[in-house]
């Protein structure tokens, strides 16, 4: 018989957060699926915490690991969460409750925090050429409180009441089971970064809703697992979804966007951020949507 909720907790090089993570799943089924890591992660995982499943895994991206978890398991939930985050006192039971609440919730999100107990903000609008330009030309920062200017960021939401959404970081979301069986797992197109996204989209269309619940909170060290390192994945993202559900013009034209964005970046920002602007600058330049995303 499936159990009420289990975990997936996707590990590289995840020292030194994943014994916090851990230590917040203790008395849960919890799948570590570890994508190739080189600094002893798999080991003290096994020591530290015999309890949970471990599956090393090729890495081949986020989405697809949180799969193979996913059909590790059986449960009518799963947490997917992040191995650089930790779930609050009571946060797990309380989203399961909520979630029986909302029958047709496919994913919920609970608040989360910084390490400094601040709120980090983790609802998401799904990408539109519009909201790419307000975000990559910082035309959000004319008016931090306007939807129209913020709504890739959902600006002028406090992120202090239950609502629904078109996105929640994929930091921490409860998954239901029912639902990935309609629509299906995750897309694994993705590597990293607009895996959630895509999957929210995914849901919504299907009729499905993606929820925000302030009344469970996990910590995230935001950037841990990655450092920054990927954001030409995050990119790249950006133009998967737009390839995906609106098309191969709209994706192009999303590339000429960013490309001009990151330009323009490349030329006002000063330090290491100008090589990572500019090394993207130079990707995106390199060819067309369908050529950059070998479609």
């Not at 608040?111 to 601040?118: E, K, P, S, V």
């Not at 950006?238 to 323009?264: I, T």
Request: with cysteine; charged share 25%; net charge negative.
């Amino acid at each position: 018989m499936a159990s009420e909720v289990a975990a997936v907790v996707v590990t590289y090089d995840a020292l030194p957060w994943i014994e916090p993570c851990l230590d917040s799943l203790r008395g849960v089924e919890t799948v570590v699926v570890d994508n190739g890591s080189r600094d002893g992660t798999v080991d003290f995982v096994r020591k530290g915490f015999p309890e949970a499943q471990v599956i090393e895994a090729e890495n081949r991206g986020l989405g697809t690991s949180w799969n193979i978890g996913l059909r590790a398991t059986d449960s009518r939930y799963v947490l997917l969460l992040n191995a650089d985050a930790w779930l609050g006192d009571g946060a797990l039971d309380r989203l399961v409750e909520f979630a029986e609440t909302r029958p047709r919730a496919a994913v919920l999100g609970p608040r989360l925090l910084n390490q400094d107990g601040t709120l980090q903000r983790s609802v998401r609008g799904f990408p539109t050429l519009w909201r790419l330009a307000t975000e990559y030309f910082f035309l959000r920062k004319l008016a931090p409180g306007s939807s129209a200017l913020n709504a890739f960021y959902a600006g002028g939401f406090d992120h202090d009441e239950v609502r629904d959404v078109e996105v929640v970081m994929g930091a921490c979301m409860l998954v239901r089971r029912e639902a990935v069986d309609e629509i299906g797992f995750s897309d694994e197109d993705y590597f990293l970064f607009s895996e959630e996204t895509d999957w929210c989209y995914r849901f919504r269309r299907a009729g499905w809703e993606v929820v925000f619940f302030p009344g469970a909170e996990c910590v995230h060290v935001r950037g841990a697992a990655h450092a920054g390192r990927l954001y030409q994945e995050n990119v790249r993202g950006h133009l998967l979804f737009m390839w995906k559900h609106h098309g191969p013009r709209a994706a192009d034209r999303a590339r000429r966007l960013l490309l001009a964005s990151l330009r323009l970046r490349g030329v006002v920002f000063r330090g290491e951020r100008v090589r990572v602007y500019r090394d993207a600058a130079g990707w995106l330049s390199s060819g067309d949507a369908a050529m950059l995303l070998d479609r």
